[in-house]
Every structure is written in C-alpha cells, then in structure tokens.
T-cell receptor, first 111, second 114 residues
C-alpha cells in the first residue's frame, strides 16, 4: 500500500484564497517532499522538509511536518488560477532514494 | 538547461505488440526511475537504477523490462502490452550525492493500447 494518504482528495477555491492540503504517512522518514503535477504532465518538485524540521517556507508555500503524528501539511497562500494542479506528498520511507507517493490532492482555483 | 526528456510524448501500440519508451537526462544523475501513473492515481514505481544496479519492484509485472546502456539513457520495454498497461509512464532522476534524492521528472509518455 502507498505510504502517504492525502486529504482532501479534491479542493476547489476562489483565486486569492489559501489552500491547505494534508498528508499522513505510516513509517519513519528522513524527509518528506511535495510535488505538483499539471494535467497530463510530469511532476515538479516544490519543497522538501527533513525529519528534524517542523516548518519550511518557499515563496507562497508553507510546509509543516509533525513526525509524532506522521503528518504534513502544504499551505498555498493567495492562490492563483495557475496553481490548479494535483499535489502529491512523497516520503522516502526512511530508506533514501525510493520515493513513495501519496494519492494526491486535486486543487482547482477558480478565477 | 539540464533536464529529463522522454520520447515519444504519445505512443499508440496494438495489443501484444512490443513497445519501447525512452528517457534521457542531461543532469548526470546516477539514479533513474520509471513510474506508471493511471488516471487520477499516484505514480507507481516500476523499477529504478542506482548507477548500473537494477532494482525491480516486487509487484512489477514480468512484461515490463528496462535497460540503461549509459548514465544518460534509460529505456522501458513492454514486451506484450495489454489494455491494462495503458497509462502515463514517467521517468525521473535523482542524485545520491545530494542525500535528499529530490526527483526530477520528465514530461511523461502517454501510452494507448488498442
């Protein structure tokens, strides 16, 4: 079974609003990553947070990690129509180079 | 720009007719991956190369094979495609030197089986 489970499965918001996506995982990790996938395209790496970090920022992205709860969240502030995509969390399962993807959250930002 | 390239972007093959998908990279990464992604699902790892070492996932069907003739190129061979193999196939790379194994993906090849 997949390492990560994401919540919600789909999210529809207005442009300018914030979007929050959550990810839970099952085993210990060294790091957790978030990727974006536009429809019919490859995945693009957004941000990586290590197991000893609790929060990380990159532009309009904010990622938190709670290793005690085995969960992470991705916040996109001031969303834009161009943020419409699927977002996946991915963990290394504590093992390094193999990445296990969650089921993803489909975000739709209405202009 | 350093990148991961997949060819072709769209591939149509007949049921049972062998097909090869290709991936090349200019990142000089030592790890390469092949994923299968079906509609609205997460990418599923089929196998990966760590340098020249091939690592097959336990649930990857024998119908799927891979070759990595050099650092830059990797191929996915589907020996006898079935209708259930229709999917997006994603190639990705990462570098063990970074320690974090951030993956860089190609644009994918969408395979249709008729």
């Amino acid at each position: 079974s997949q390492q990560g489970e994401e919540d919600p499965q789909a999210l529809s918001i207005q442009e300018g609003e914030n979007a929050t996506m959550n990810c839970s995982y099952k085993t210990s990790i060294n790091n957790l990553q978030w990727y974006r996938q536009n429809s019919g395209r490859g995945l693009v790496h957004l941000i990586l947070i290590r197991s000893n970090e609790r929060e990380k920022h990159s532009g309009r992205l904010r990622v938190t990690l709670d290793t005690s709860k085995k969960s992470s969240s991705l916040l996109i502030t001031a969303s834009r129509a161009a943020d419409t995509a699927s977002y996946f969390c991915a963990t290394d399962g504590g093992g390094g180079f193999k990445t296990i993807f969650g089921a993803g959250t489909r975000l739709f930002v209405k202009a | 720009d350093a990148m991961v390239i997949q060819n072709p972007r769209y591939q149509v093959t007949q049921f049972g007719k062998p097909v090869t998908l290709s991936c090349s990279q200019t990142l000089n990464h030592n790890v390469m991956y092949w994923y299968q992604q079906k509609s609205s699902q997460a990418p599923k790892l089929l196998f990966h190369y760590y340098d020249k070492d091939f690592n097959n996932e336990a649930d990857t069907p024998d119908n799927f094979q891979s070759r990595r003739p050099n650092t830059s190129f990797c191929f996915l061979d589907i020996r006898s495609p079935g209708l259930g193999d229709a999917a997006m196939y994603l190639c990705a790379t990462s570098s063990s030197t970074s320690g974090d194994y951030e993956q860089y993906f190609g644009p994918g090849t969408r395979l249709t089986v008729t």
